[in-house]
C-alpha cells in the first residue's frame, strides 16, 4: 500500500479519524465500547476501499510521528521542521488534548560534585565519609613509616 498514501488521501484520511472521536478521545463513552471503536474503523476503511488492518496501522503511525513532533528536537539539529512535520503538528492537532504524555527516563547517572548542592542530610554523611577516609590514610601511613624507621626514631608528619 505504499503507493495509495497521497497527501490527498492522508487529508481524507485524517477528515475521516478525526469525525469519529470514539477513535482517539479517552473521555468519550464509546472509546470504551469495542463495537462502536470496530464500526467506526471499517467504516474509514469502506470510505477509503483499505482493509481495517491498514486503518489501524496507519493510526498508529501518525499518532506516533506526531508524538515525536512534539518533543523538542534534539540540541544541535537546528531545530528547524520540515514542511511535511508542520503539516503534521498543524493537522494533527486534534490528538493533542487526548494523548498521555509519559515522562522520561533516564539509566544514565550523574554523580554530584561539589558544586551541585546536596540534600539535606547528605552532606554530612560525605563530609563523615571524607573523614573517616583521612583518618585511615593516615593511619595507614604512621603503620608504614613505623615498619621502615626504627623505633624510637619517629618521624613526625606535618598535617
Avoid: C
Wanted: aromatic fraction near 8%.
Amino acid at each position: 500500500m505504499a503507493g495509495f498514501w497521497t497527501n490527498q488521501k492522508e487529508e481524507q484520511f485524517l477528515d475521516l479519524w478525526e469525525e469519529r472521536p470514539e477513535l482517539y478521545a479517552v473521555g468519550v463513552a464509546e472509546y470504551t465500547n469495542r463495537n462502536a471503536r470496530g464500526n467506526a474503523i471499517r467504516s474509514v476503511a469502506t470510505a477509503l476501499g483499505i482493509s481495517e488492518a491498514e486503518v489501524k496501522k496507519k493510526m498508529d503511525n501518525m499518532r506516533t510521528q506526531y508524538s515525536r513532533y512534539l518533543k523538542s528536537p534534539p540540541s544541535g539539529s537546528g531545530g528547524n521542521l520540515t514542511p511535511r512535520q508542520e503539516w503534521f503538528l498543524r493537522r494533527l492537532k486534534f490528538l493533542e488534548l487526548h494523548m498521555n504524555k509519559r515522562p522520561s527516563t533516564s539509566n544514565l547517572y550523574v554523580q554530584n560534585d561539589s558544586t551541585t548542592s546536596l540534600e539535606e542530610g547528605e552532606d554530612d554523611d560525605r563530609r563523615d565519609d571524607t573523614e573517616q577516609e583521612q583518618e585511615e590514610q593516615e593511619q595507614e601511613r604512621e603503620e608504614e613509616e613505623e615498619k621502615v624507621q626504627p623505633k624510637g626514631k619517629k618521624r613526625h608528619i606535618l598535617k
